[in-house]
């Protein structure tokens, strides 16, 4: 009983919890394109389409895999030896929605440098772009390992691979919050309200690179403790969609950061709408304060739009 705990029950836990990261998704995508993508080019509302298609593809797999080794396979132990084909391939799944997020937090890393900070608008995106690819490489490696070499204890021997894939991936997370959360502690102009956004601006970015970079190394210190066991995997299974989310929340916040940002200090319904972080805060005084910090989001987004109209 307890190593079937250690196993398909770790393994059924985490796929529920990357359902209900699912239809979070599903909800947020929803959101997205009914209202909050007007503002985008067509090459961004795409990409934005094909990570939720992503994200579907792999929750399919995903409960592929519990019902081969739940149902199909019932009472037939040995089948817990050799991963399936949906897991494994969920794996490149994950690493293509991963490095797809990553590589947008380094733009939004780039945009919030500015001109004043040449060094840092090039050094910080590249490396959070290697590491991306670091992760990328080696976890889509393992995955193709697993397909040759058919049993989790064969994969024990090329473990290297996803040690350096959960360990670039805790670096990449914790590089990217801690990049946003300066350059915005560095924007603040001292004017009561619009610090008041930039400080829960950098509430939102602590808590989301925090909540994928203890993700990963869940994942990693689970597969170092327990390599024959499914922990790991469990966990592996939410991280792609905390991702997803974290973008798309992002996306999804820009309506009511604006309405904050132009609110009457005695309008206390606007003070209390909910934020998240930034994509284009109007011409008021605070706004242009902050400059090029708070427009970053519109100038990417836009240049997807000329490129695709190109």
């Known amino acids: 009983m307890t190593e079937l705990d250690g196993t398909l029950g770790a393994a059924f836990l985490g796929c529920l919890a990357a359902a209900i990261l699912y239809g979070v998704t599903s909800v947020q995508t929803f959101l997205y394109f009914q209202g909050h993508s007007s503002q985008d080019g067509l090459f961004f509302k795409i990409a934005i389409f094909g990570l939720w298609a992503v994200d579907t593809i792999h929750i399919a797999f995903t409960a592929h ?25 969920g ?31 090039v050094f910080l995106p590249m490396v959070i772009i290697v590491l991306a690819l670091i992760v990328f490489i080696n976890g889509n490696a393992f995955a193709s390992k697993g397909f040759v070499l ?5 994969l024990n021997d090329v473990s290297f691979f ?10 990449a997370d914790t590089l ?19 610090d008041s956004v930039v400080t829960v601006i950098m509430a939102f970015i602590i808590n989301t690179g925090l909540l994928t970079s203890v993700c990963a190394m869940g994942c990693l210190v689970t597969y170092a403790i327990w390599p024959t066991k499914f922990i790991f995997i469990g966990l592996y299974f939410a991280l792609s969609k905390l991702y997803v989310n974290s973008l798309l929340a992002s996306l999804n916040a820009r309506a009511s950061l604006r309405i904050r940002d132009q609110a009457d200090p005695t309008n206390f319904e606007a ?3 909910p934020i998240v972080f930034p994509t284009r805060m109007t011409n008021t005084s605070a706004s242009t304060a902050m400059g090029d910090n708070v427009k970053e989001m519109d ?12």
Do not use: H
């Open 65 to 89: 895999g519990m019902y081969y080794y739940l149902v199909t396979s019932f009472g037939m132990f040995e089948v817990l030896l050799a991963p399936t084909w949906s897991l494994l391939a």
């Open 91 to 121: 794996v490149y799944l994950t690493n293509i929605s991963d490095i797809i997020v990553r590589c947008f937090f380094a733009m939004r890393v780039y945009l919030l440098c500015g001109r004043s900070r040449p060094i840092l608008r």
């Open 150 to 154: 058919k049993t989790f204890a064969k």
């Open 162 to 171: 996803l040690y350096t894939s959960f360990a670039a991936a805790v670096v």
């Open 176 to 194: 990217v919050a801690l990049s946003l959360c300066t350059l915005l502690f560095n924007s603040r102009t001292g004017i009561k309200r619009t």
């Open 271 to 273: 003070a209390a709408t």
């Open 299 to 310: 100038t990417f987004q836009n240049s997807g739009s000329s490129r695709s109209s190109s």
